[in-house]
């Protein structure tokens, strides 16, 4: 099995788990294909779903955070940033990510 099967089948099997309301699990199979995929948005953007809805909240930071560092101008990306350091009572970080957002936005 090669390396790309691999990755298709993991991310497959968290999108399965996402969408069944296990985003724990998910979590767990789309940070497995995160390390498979460092660059790849779509899976990093999974991997925050999942880490938020699970209360991962550390995870779910980093997951947003590699997106934005992916794509700078990924107003989701910067929204659930600020959602998650805002349920880390993070509010003035919430706030910049926000600014951001709201600029890329208009």
């Known amino acids: 099995m090669t390396i790309q099967t691999d990755l298709y089948d993991v991310v497959a099997r968290g999108r399965m788990f996402l ?14 294909a995160a390390a498979l995929a460092p660059t790849d948005r779509a899976v990093h953007t999974d991997l925050a779903r999942a880490c938020f809805d699970s209360a991962q909240l550390g995870r779910a930071e980093a997951a947003f955070t590699t997106l934005v560092e992916l794509d700078p ?7 659930g940033l600020a959602r998650t350091l805002r349920r880390q009572s993070r509010r003035d970080e919430a706030a910049a ?3 951001i957002a709201d600029a890329l936005d208009a």
């Open 73 to 79: 101008t990924d107003v989701w990306a910067r929204r």
């Open 19 to 32: 969408a069944a309301g296990d985003p724990t699990t998910a979590a767990g199979m789309l940070a497995q």
């Open 97 to 99: 990510q926000d600014r």
